[in-house]
C-alpha cells in the first residue's frame, strides 16, 4: 500500500471553459403539459439549474470551501485488480479513546458530501457521549478515486479496499455505518472481517431478501406478526418504488456504458439524472440551487468521469435486496422517508440486531438530511450504556 497523501481539488479552467460551453449549447426537450414530477425533473427546475451553473454558480467558491476538509489519496493493492488510488476524507477526534469510524456514502447519486454535516459531530467531544475518528473513502469511479477498469470488481472487493485502507491508517478495529450501497458493502465488510477488525455496524437503510419457503420460521413470524401502521405504510411505500421507481436501477445495472455516453457529455442530462433522485428520495429536503450544483459538479469534474459511478450496479445489482450475513452487533435506523423499508420482524432475523432507532423526519439521504439524527444513533449505539459499547479494544469514545 502506499503512503497517504493529502489532497486538494484543482479543476483545471479548462475544464471549467469546456462545461460553460457545452452548457451554452444545451438543447432543452418539451414537456406534457402539467407533468409536474411524474414524467421525472421538471423542465422549468432544469433550465433554471442550467443557467446558474452557466452563468452564476461559482465552482472556485465551493472548491476553496471542499478543500477546507481534510482529504487525502492512498493507493490500495486489490486482490485480482492491482493498484487503485483511492479518495477520503479522514477526520481525526481529538479524544484520546475516539472509536474509528468506516462511513460509507449512500453510493449514486451520492458522494463524500454525506459525511460534511456529520463530521463535525462524530469528532466532537464531550463527557456526555463518545466520540470518533471519521474515515469516508470515495468509492472507485467516484469523485477522486480511481476508476476500476476491469470486470467484475464485486462486493467483496470493495470490503478488501476498505479493510485494507482502514489498517493502513492504523486502525485495526473499527465500526461502520452505512445506508443503501453502503448498508450493503459495510455489512460483507463484516461478513467477512469481522469479528476481528469490523467490530460492529449501523445501517440507516436495513434492506433484507423477502421470506421464503426456505426459511419456514422466518415466514411464519412474518405471517403471523402484527404489523404497526407505519410498518404496513412503509412496506406499501416500499411495493411502489419497486414497481415504479426502479428504471434508473433496471438501465444502470444492464447496460451502463450506453447511459454512460449522455452522462460523460451532457452536463444538463447528468444534472437531470441525479437532481431527480435528489429531490424525489429525500423528506421534502430544503435544497438550494448551488448545493445541487456543487453535487453535479463532483461528479461532472470527477477524476473518470460521471459514468463510471453507475458500474457497480453491472456488478453488484444483485446484492441490493440483502443482508449479508455477520455475527458483529448490528443497528438499525429507520426513516420514514427511506425508499425500501421492511418490517422489523424480518430484519431481526437477519442479524445480531442490539439496537433500533425510529425517526420521525429523514429520506434516502439521512447523514445530510438529518445529521443530528444519524449522529445521535451512533452515540446511543456505541456510548457508555450502549449496547455495542467498548466493542473496540482500548477505544470507548471518550
Not at 423542465?43 to 446558474?52: E, F, G, P, S, T
Not at 452505512?178 to 460483507?188: C, F, N, P
Not at 442530462?269 to 429525500?282: F, M, N, R, S
Not at 449479508?324 to 421492511?342: D, M, N, Q
Amino acid at each position: 500500500m502506499g503512503s497517504e497523501q493529502p489532497f486538494k481539488i484543482a479543476v483545471s479552467d479548462d475544464a471549467l471553459a469546456l462545461l460553460k460551453r457545452k452548457l451554452d449549447d444545451t438543447r432543452l426537450p418539451d414537456e406534457v403539459n402539467a407533468a409536474e414530477w411524474a414524467y421525472g425533473a421538471p423542465l422549468a427546475d432544469i433550465k433554471r439549474l442550467a443557467n446558474r451553473w452557466k452563468d452564476g454558480y461559482d465552482w472556485r467558491t465551493h472548491e476553496r470551501k471542499l478543500n477546507a476538509l481534510p482529504m487525502f489519496t492512498r493507493t490500495i493493492e486489490v486482490d485480482g485488480f492491482g493498484e487503485l488510488n483511492v479518495h477520503y476524507v479522514h477526520q481525526k477526534s481529538t479524544a484520546k479513546g475516539a472509536i474509528p469510524l468506516l462511513f460509507v456514502m449512500v453510493v449514486r447519486p451520492g458522494c463524500f458530501l454525506e459525511v460534511t454535516k456529520v463530521l463535525p459531530l462524530l469528532t466532537a467531544v464531550s463527557a456526555d457521549h463518545p466520540s470518533f475518528h471519521v474515515i469516508a473513502p470515495s468509492l472507485p469511479g467516484y469523485a477522486w478515486s480511481e476508476a476500476v477498469l476491469k470486470k467484475g470488481f464485486d462486493a467483496k472487493h470493495y470490503a478488501e479496499l476498505f479493510n485494507k485502507l482502514m489498517i493502513s491508517l492504523g486502525y485495526t478495529e473499527y465500526v461502520t455505518q452505512g445506508g443503501d450501497w453502503g448498508h450493503i458493502l459495510t455489512l460483507t465488510a463484516a461478513s467477512l472481517y469481522g469479528p476481528k477488525h469490523v467490530k460492529a455496524s449501523l445501517t440507516n437503510m436495513p434492506i433484507c431478501e423477502p421470506p421464503t419457503f426456505g426459511t419456514p420460521i422466518v415466514l411464519l413470524q412474518c405471517l403471523i406478526a402484527s404489523f404497526t401502521s407505519r410498518e404496513r405504510e412503509a412496506v406499501a411505500a416500499s411495493q411502489d418504488f419497486f414497481k415504479s421507481g426502479m428504471g434508473y436501477f433496471r438501465e444502470q445495472s444492464t447496460k451502463p456504458q450506453t447511459l454512460g455516453f449522455s452522462l460523460a457529455d451532457s452536463p444538463v442530462g447528468l444534472l437531470a439524472w441525479i437532481y431527480e433522485k435528489l429531490v424525489t428520495w429525500t423528506d421534502s429536503y430544503p435544497w438550494t440551487d448551488d448545493e445541487v450544483l456543487t453535487w453535479i459538479s463532483i461528479y461532472w469534474f470527477s477524476r473518470a468521469g460521471p459514468a463510471a459511478s453507475v458500474r457497480i450496479y453491472y456488478e453488484i445489482g444483485d446484492a441490493v435486496v440483502g443482508f449479508p450475513k455477520t455475527t458483529i452487533p448490528v443497528g438499525l435506523s429507520f426513516f420514514p422517508k427511506e425508499l425500501a423499508r421492511f418490517p422489523k420482524v424480518l430484519l431481526r432475523s437477519k442479524g445480531r440486531i442490539v439496537f433500533e432507532s425510529e425517526h420521525e423526519a429523514g429520506g434516502h439521504f439521512a447523514a445530510y438530511e438529518q445529521p443530528e439524527a444519524l449522529v445521535g444513533d451512533l452515540r446511543k449505539m456505541f456510548g457508555k450504556s450502549g449496547p455495542a459499547a467498548g466493542v473496540v479494544s482500548g477505544c470507548d469514545g471518550y
